[in-house]
């Protein structure tokens, strides 16, 4: 029942922005940690930033500076705002979240379906 609905991908431009969302809806007691990760064709997917309930950030090194992830408790939803985007950003970007589901009291680790994010001239 639970499931993360990602949008906000697309085409842009080096130098150019996007902001992607990730809502997390269903039967859920509690959302402790969102994130996103990147996966490249032919690489392996990593973490890009994640956001703790409490608000605690950490970010790799290659998006510091550029990225900045946020979320909206109330609506369990996620954001990446990305500035300054860099071809090598092109991958697709998939949200995760570590929820505890409210039918259960199971806790687990949930995926978005993933969107495209492409930087090129």
């Known amino acids: 029942q639970v499931q993360l609905v990602e949008s906000g991908g697309g085409l842009v431009q080096p130098g150019g922005s996007l902001r992607l969302s990730c809502a997390a809806s269903g039967s859920i007691f509690r959302v402790n940690v969102m994130g996103w990760y990147r996966q490249a064709p032919g690489k392996q997917r990593d973490l890009v930033a994640r956001?703790?309930?409490?608000?605690?950030?950490n970010y790799a090194d290659s998006v510091k500076g550029r990225f900045t992830i946020s979320r909206d408790n109330a609506q369990n939803t996620v954001y990446l705002q990305m500035n300054s985007l860099k071809p090598e950003d092109t991958a697709v970007y998939y949200c995760n979240a570590e929820l505890i589901r409210n039918r259960d009291y199971i806790r687990r680790n949930y995926w978005g379906q993933g969107t495209q994010v492409t930087v090129s001239s």
């Open positions: 956001i703790s309930d409490g608000g605690t950030t």
